[in-house]
């Protein structure tokens, strides 16, 4: 090893911090591999002890920020997803131990390769691989040459893991110091500050453009917790009086997510808009098209009327 190598990683050893006796290899990948959020001030907690498959799976998922494709919101985020935001950014990495000793990290990557999900990284820094099978052309079934993936599926890890032996899952926390330095240089690097001129004008063209509907909006949903303010006032008025009274409560809670659900992405768009202090973006060739935000303004706003919601 060159002696510029060896500082190198000397360097990165001893900025370790509480990472310090991790491998070599699993520290390097948690603090200066691509987007990683690991660093000196990063901790390990416990995951699962004396665990399986599926709890490595479900450890690297976490990490990963995966969601059930049921539990994906459509226009704003769903409670399981902004949960899993969360954990991606508190949690930088899995590691492994199998009796007592560092062994392996996981990964997850949602966008499936090469038939598979999940990366397993050895101590040594290697990869764990599986045989694929390569096929050409239109002849699904004969086989022409093999190839090493390193992506494996997850009934595939217990080929690279011994389960009969202890294993230990681990999850590395983020390093909050790290994290906070990275979003100081990403506002840096941040689009020019819009002046409060131009986002009152794009409000008001909204507005105009499209007859009050962020008003009406607005008002609708006033008016509908109000509604159900009252009810709710009247059921207990008429217990007082030793009277009964019952209200569909499925029907106003239905119009009142409903009305949420549109004032959330009304609000998401017109304020991406307002960041930006544009409703359409430049093309190389100098002519100009919606920007995306304008675009899902004016798709829900169809929407609205074609269904008066």
């Given at each position: 090893?060159?002696?510029?190598?060896?500082?190198?990683?000397?360097?990165?050893?001893?900025?370790?911090?509480?990472?310090?006796?991790?491998?070599?290899?699993?520290?390097?990948?948690?603090?200066?591999?691509?987007?990683?959020?690991?660093?000196?001030?990063?901790?390990?907690?416990?995951?699962?002890?004396?665990?399986?498959?599926?709890?490595?799976?479900?450890?690297?998922?976490?990490?990963?920020?995966?969601?059930?494709?049921?539990?994906?919101?459509?226009?704003?985020?769903?409670?399981?997803?902004?949960?899993?935001?969360?954990?991606?950014?508190?949690?930088?990495?899995?590691?492994?131990?199998?009796?007592?000793?560092?062994?392996?990290?996981?990964?997850?990557?949602?966008?499936?390769?090469?038939g598979g999900n999940?990366?397993?990284?050895?101590?040594?820094?290697?990869?764990?691989?599986?045989?694929?099978?390569?096929?050409?052309?239109?002849?699904?079934?004969?086989?022409?040459?093999?190839?090493?993936?390193?992506?494996?599926?997850?009934?595939e890890i217990s080929?690279?893991?011994?389960?009969?032996?202890?294993?230990?899952?681990?999850?590395?926390?983020?390093?909050?110091?790290?994290?906070?330095?990275?979003?100081?240089?990403?506002?840096?690097?941040?689009?020019?500050?819009?002046?409060?001129?131009?986002?009152?004008?794009?409000?008001?063209?909204?507005?105009?453009?499209?007859?009050?509907?962020?008003?009406?909006?607005?008002?609708?949903?006033?008016?509908?917790?109000?509604?159900?303010?009252?009810?709710?006032?009247?059921?207990?008025?008429?217990?007082?009086?030793?009277?009964?009274?019952?209200?569909?409560?499925?029907?106003?809670?239905?119009?009142?997510?409903?009305?949420?659900?549109?004032?959330?992405?009304?609000a998401y768009y017109?304020?991406?808009?307002?960041?930006?202090?544009?409703?359409?973006?430049?093309?190389?060739?100098?002519?100009?098209?919606?920007?995306?935000?304008?675009?899902?303004?004016?798709?829900?706003?169809?929407?609205?009327?074609?269904?008066?919601?």
């Amino acid at each position: 090893m060159e002696f510029k190598a060896f500082l190198k990683e000397q360097e990165l050893i001893e900025s370790a911090g509480n990472l310090k006796g991790l491998p070599k290899a699993f520290i390097k990948e948690l603090v200066t591999s691509y987007n990683s959020l690991g660093g000196k001030d990063s901790t390990l907690q416990l995951f699962k002890k004396n665990a399986k498959q599926k709890d490595v799976t479900a450890a690297a998922k976490k990490c990963g920020g995966w969601i059930k494709p049921g539990e994906r919101g459509y226009r704003h985020l769903s409670s399981v997803e902004i949960q899993a935001k969360a954990d991606k950014e508190n949690y930088a990495g899995v590691v492994i131990k199998v009796d007592g000793e560092w062994a392996f990290m996981a990964e997850y990557d949602e966008y499936t390769q090469d038939g598979g999900n999940y990366r397993i990284i050895v101590s040594d820094g290697s990869i764990a691989t599986v045989k694929r099978n390569k096929n050409h052309g239109k002849i699904k079934r004969r086989v022409y040459d093999q190839f090493d993936s390193q992506y494996l599926k997850a009934n595939e890890i217990s080929d690279i893991i011994d389960f009969d032996q202890e294993v230990d899952v681990y999850l590395v926390t983020t390093d909050a110091n790290r994290i906070l330095k990275r979003q100081e240089r990403a506002a840096d690097r941040a689009v020019p500050k819009i002046s409060a001129t131009r986002k009152k004008a794009i409000v008001k063209f909204l507005e105009t453009k499209y007859d009050g509907m962020i008003s009406q909006a607005n008002t609708r949903l006033q008016e509908l917790t109000q509604k159900i303010s009252k009810q709710v006032n009247s059921i207990i008025s008429n217990a007082i009086q030793g009277k009964e009274k019952t209200i569909n409560a499925k029907e106003l809670t239905d119009s009142l997510t409903k009305e949420i659900n549109n004032a959330n992405s009304l609000a998401y768009y017109v304020s991406n808009m307002v960041k930006t202090g544009s409703i359409k973006d430049k093309k190389w060739d100098g002519t100009a098209e919606d920007t995306w935000a304008y675009k899902k303004f004016k798709e829900l706003s169809k929407e609205m009327q074609d269904k008066k919601l």
